[in-house]
């Protein structure tokens, strides 16, 4: 079987400055801004080691967010040391949370918050 590794997470966005920015503000992302060929600017991040690609999405021309839980890819996840002092460090800017921190099973803690354009992100804590 073929091996595979982890490439990029895509997101497409109204705003890609305002998304970068909030990614940037709340989860510490690296924003990494490329001049294209073209001349226009591509807006990147590295989220924990794993890029990030954000994307334009023309006015009218991309559905809206869905509202969870649907069919397809729900969410992606962080890991996080100590989940509460995450989460009152998120809620004290701005953060909206779906799911305060929950036991899921022994030694997995986890919460749910809501970034732009209604990306659902798991944040978890083992062990």
Do not use: C
């Amino acid at each position: 079987m073929a091996k595979f590794t982890w490439e990029h997470i895509h997101l497409r966005s109204p705003d890609p400055e305002a998304t970068a920015a909030w990614y940037h503000d709340k989860l510490g992302a690296d924003i990494i801004r490329t001049k294209q060929a073209d001349g226009a600017t591509r807006i990147d991040l590295n989220l924990a080691g794993q890029k990030v690609f954000l994307a334009q999405a023309a006015e009218g021309k991309a559905a809206p967010a869905p509202q969870s839980p649907y069919l397809g890819l729900d969410h992606f996840g962080l890991t996080v040391p100590d989940l509460d002092s995450a989460v009152a460090e998120l809620k004290a800017k701005g953060v909206v949370f779906t799911m305060e921190p929950t036991t899921a099973r022994p030694g997995v803690r986890i919460a749910f918050l809501t970034a732009p354009q209604n990306v659902t992100i798991e944040l978890i804590q083992r062990g």
